[in-house]
């Protein structure tokens, strides 16, 4: 670990603490030392920051690192690298491995092999139930306790109201949140993209917006009556965007996140029978991608998370029908939320940075030795710098995933991420910086 490390001359936004201002921001022992002008350099590597963005590290609470398992699509190694190219310091990884986290023993394993070989901070999200079947809950109580940081099925959603319930009784006790893929796998059964004309068209099964909106309907109420913390992963829909801005408004403790591909993507933009946009939940109409972008300039929405989920190539490049939904997403993220919400004028960048950073912190509630997301002298020295508008091209050749199943490969942005920096250490430089 570097002893100190200043970066000098930024523009450094933090809206934890509301700083906006020119300054340099030193790191020392991995957290952060202070944050103001003219700070000593003595015995630090300086790195220079001047016409940039600096922003406490970018948090993503909803990602797929395969291991155990499946490290043919992804490892936490090349996972880890990869979000640390995409600007991300921290990243929550769900529990769909094999075997499913479900147990001390699986939290403990990846906990533990993050240490020695990720590149970022990774923390485990434990399952909800036992091998995500749905039929009985999991060892909840001792996956806090190995450092699972919240519970999810995840990609196989809890259908029984009744375990739901036990399973949010037993995350308010331990006062973590539960996270859920919102489908009704009664009424999704059967498709593979968004039902609509284009459905229809292509001859393709359709997965209605309502498969998304009666599991948050659902789960609302469940969460008004445990009081437990209740996060909406991947919102797609109009209802439930309105639903999950009702429940704010009654002040209960729901809380929801948007993928950067939903925002970015109508089904108008598919190319035919591309399996690249598949994705649960799917690529949804022009109606429903602008009430998520509306969710999230209103408040609605709290949190930006990628759902970055490799596939390789001989899995994804199937027919539509038979390959696995998901893409890639941590290198593309910040390109297109600037895109999508800043250069269109609809977000302040002070308020996207909130997103990626102080928002997700709040979603997964960390404290104490464990506090990011913020530039406050003591938290974790975890910072990102980026450009907020210089043009690249994304090569998904050169990513540091093992997979490349993304729709947005050759796609031009505006403004990304020029260095990560993971308790002090650069983890990530852009080539030629």
């Given at each position: 670990m570097s002893?100190?490390?200043?970066?000098?001359?930024?523009r450094?936004?933090?809206?934890?603490?509301?700083?906006?201002?020119v300054?340099?921001?030193?790191?020392?022992g991995g957290?952060?030392a202070?944050v103001?002008?003219g700070?000593?350099?003595?015995?630090?590597?300086v790195?220079s920051?001047?016409?940039?963005?600096?922003a406490?590290?970018?948090?993503?609470?909803?990602?797929?690192?395969?291991?155990p398992?499946?490290?043919?699509?992804?490892?936490?190694?090349?996972?880890?690298?990869?979000?640390?190219?995409g600007g991300?310091?921290?990243?929550?990884?769900?529990?769909?491995?094999s075997?499913?986290?479900d147990?001390a023993?699986?939290?403990?394993?990846?906990?533990e092999?993050?240490?020695?070989v990720?590149?970022?901070?990774?923390f485990p999200?434990?399952?909800?139930?036992?091998g995500?079947?749905?039929?009985e809950?999991?060892?909840?109580?001792s996956?806090?306790?190995?450092?699972a940081?919240?519970?999810?099925?995840?990609g196989?959603?809890v259908?029984?109201?009744?375990i739901v319930r036990r399973?949010?009784?037993?995350?308010?006790?331990l006062?973590?949140?539960l996270?859920?893929?919102?489908?009704?796998?009664?009424?999704?059964?059967?498709?593979?993209?968004?039902?609509?004309v284009?459905s229809?068209?292509?001859g393709?099964?359709?997965?209605?917006?309502?498969a998304?909106?009666?599991?948050?309907?659902?789960?609302?109420?469940?969460?008004?009556l445990t009081?437990?913390?209740?996060?909406?992963?991947?919102?797609?829909?109009k209802?439930?965007?309105a639903?999950v801005?009702?429940?704010?408004?009654q002040?209960l403790?729901?809380?929801?996140?948007?993928a950067?591909?939903?925002i970015?993507?109508?089904?108008?933009?598919?190319?035919?029978y591309?399996s690249?946009?598949?994705?649960?939940?799917?690529?949804?109409?022009?109606h429903?991608?602008?009430?998520?972008?509306?969710?999230?300039?209103?408040?609605?929405?709290?949190c930006?998370?990628?759902?970055h989920?490799?596939?390789?190539?001989?899995d994804?490049m199937?027919?539509?029908?038979?390959?696995?939904?998901?893409?890639?997403?941590f290198?593309t993220a910040?390109g297109i939320?600037l895109?999508?919400l800043?250069?269109?004028?609809?977000?302040?960048?002070?308020?996207?940075?909130a997103?990626?950073?102080?928002e997700?912190?709040?979603?997964?509630?960390?404290?104490?030795?464990l506090?990011?997301?913020?530039?406050?002298?003591g938290?974790?020295?975890?910072?990102?710098?980026f450009?907020?508008?210089?043009?690249?091209?994304y090569?998904v050749s050169k990513?540091?995933s093992?997979?490349?199943?993304?729709?947005f490969?050759?796609?031009?942005?505006?403004?990304g991420?020029?260095?990560?920096?993971?308790?002090g250490?650069?983890?990530?430089?852009m080539p030629?910086y």
């Open positions: 002893r100190k490390l200043l970066i000098r001359g930024g450094v936004i933090c809206p934890a603490s509301g700083h906006d201002a300054a340099d921001v030193l790191i020392e957290r952060i202070g103001g002008q700070l000593a350099a003595a015995g630090a590597e790195l920051a001047a016409g940039l963005i600096v406490p590290g970018f948090i993503d609470i909803h990602v797929h690192l395969r291991e398992g499946f490290e043919h699509a992804e490892t936490i190694e090349t996972g880890s690298r990869a979000a640390a190219a991300f310091t921290t990243v929550c990884c769900m529990p769909n491995t075997p499913v986290n147990s023993t699986v939290t403990s394993y990846i906990a092999k993050a240490r020695r990720a590149a970022v901070d990774v999200i434990g399952a909800i139930t036992k995500s079947q749905g039929e809950l999991a060892a909840i109580h996956m806090v306790s190995a450092g940081v919240a519970i999810s099925d995840d196989r959603p259908m029984n109201s009744r399973a949010m009784e037993t995350a308010k006790a006062d973590v949140p996270i859920q893929h919102c489908e009704d796998l009664n009424l999704s059964a059967g498709g593979d993209m968004h039902e609509c284009d229809v068209r292509l393709i099964g359709g997965i209605p917006a309502a998304e909106d009666v599991m948050v309907a659902r789960d609302i109420v469940l969460a008004e009081g437990a913390r209740y996060h909406v992963a991947h919102i797609s829909t209802n439930s965007v639903m801005a009702f429940a704010k408004r002040g403790p729901v809380t929801a996140e948007a950067p591909h939903h970015a993507l109508h089904t108008g933009n598919m190319r035919p591309d690249n946009f598949k994705m649960k939940p799917p690529i949804r109409g022009c429903d991608v602008e009430a998520v972008v509306g969710g999230i300039t209103s408040g609605a929405v709290d930006l998370a990628t759902d989920a490799p596939h390789p190539g001989d994804k199937q027919e539509f029908e038979r390959c696995p939904f998901g893409i890639i997403g290198e910040l939320s895109e999508v800043v250069h269109s004028g609809k977000l302040s960048l002070n308020r996207l940075i997103l990626y950073t102080s997700p912190a709040r979603v997964i509630g960390w404290k104490g030795e506090e990011r997301g913020s530039l406050k002298p938290t974790v020295g975890n910072v990102t710098v450009h907020p508008d210089f043009p690249w091209t090569d990513s540091a093992k997979s490349s199943n993304t729709p490969n050759g796609r031009t942005f505006h403004g991420p020029v260095v990560t920096v993971v308790r250490e650069i983890v990530w430089r030629g």
